[in-house]
């Protein structure tokens, strides 16, 4: 098999690494495995145009992408328009995608993994046409993430500390809106402060990611019109994997829905694997059963503990 590696050379954890070394013990882990694997490393704003080519080249038989959520999520979205499998090196900062597949987080395992996995269908969703592997979001979220764009940080631990500072700012003025909700087995307008969409449902555990990936379903999830107080205490129940029961947040499982936001102002943000994007006035989200192709560890490699 002929496998070609996209790096994002900013990205994650990938930008403290002898990067010429690495990739180096990637060639020789796939040819120990029977591959051919061929690496290009690339800036940020390189990352886009280096997968689609990877992807569309000759001989190419999977897609094999490092960096953080945004080289993720693109790296997913071109495996689903072109067929590619797609392995995922988690290179991140929470690296959710990679956890839903129950890939090993040390970068040298997951090579591993990959050179002796085996191709499977999964789910992969859209909002209004955009592919995501994690979730979509509004309110909470995309303030979250809007804020933290500002501030400045250089390591893993930097990412984190500063989304906890980000969640501080946002909880002084909670976000609220009202949202039209079509599908699910209901329509409703309801007053909210933040709404997730995950590509399947997902658990309870602290970091919150799928429980699997082929359910045909999205996970919908609205908190309603919290005060700062009410918002702190939500924070803590994500963290602590309690937030199922916290009672402002309701949820349904369906393979589809409309959101319609009536008094969307310009400006407004969603935010969809970890990214910014406008807001726009309707959103249509929808499961695409199995029509991803990922490469996941063999059970042989999983008892292993690669």
Same mark, same amino acid.
């Given at each position: 098999m002929r496998v070609k590696a996209v790096l994002n050379r900013g990205g994650g954890t990938l930008r403290t690494m002898d990067l010429d070394a690495f990739t180096a013990r990637a060639r020789d882990i796939f040819a120990d495995a029977g591959h051919e694997l061929d690496c290009v490393v690339v800036d940020g704003d390189g990352v886009a145009d280096a997968l689609r080519r990877a992807a569309t080249s000759d001989g190419t038989d999977a897609l094999l992408a490092g960096g953080g959520d945004g080289t993720i999520s693109s790296a997913a979205a071109t495996a689903f328009e072109t067929g590619v499998?797609? =392995?995922i090196l988690p290179a991140g900062t929470m690296?959710?995608?990679a956890r839903a597949l129950r890939m090993p987080l040390d970068l040298d395992a997951a090579l591993h993994a990959i050179a002796h996995g085996q191709?499977?269908?999964i789910d992969i969703a859209t909002a209004n046409g955009r592919p995501f592997v994690h979730q979509f979001g509004v309110g909470i979220h995309a303030r979250l993430v809007r804020i933290r764009s500002h501030m400045v940080y250089g390591s893993r631990? =930097?990412?984190m500390l500063a989304s906890l500072r980000a969640i501080g700012a946002a909880a002084v003025d909670p976000p609220r809106f009202e949202v039209e909700v079509y599908g699910g087995g209901a329509t409703s307008r309801r007053t909210v402060s933040g709404i997730a969409v995950s590509n399947n449902p997902? @658990? +309870?555990?602290?970091v919150p990611v799928a429980k699997s990936l082929d359910s045909g379903l999205l996970g919908v999830y609205l908190a309603s019109s919290v005060t700062t107080h009410e918002l702190f205490n939500l924070g803590i129940d994500v963290l602590? =994997? *309690?937030? *199922? @029961?916290n009672a402002m947040v309701s949820e349904v499982e369906t393979?589809?829905?409309t959101l319609h936001f009536p008094k969307r102002r310009r400006g407004h943000h969603a935010v969809i694997d970890g990214e910014l994007i406008a807001l726009d006035p309707s959103v249509h989200l929808k499961i695409h059963h199995e029509a991803l192709k990922v490469i996941l560890p063999s059970a042989e490699t999983e +008892? +292993? =503990?690669k």
């Open positions: 499998p797609l =392995g690296n959710l995608f191709v499977h269908h631990w =930097g990412k997902l @658990d +309870n555990a602290p602590t =994997g *309690r937030w *199922r @029961d393979p589809q829905l +008892n +292993n =503990g």
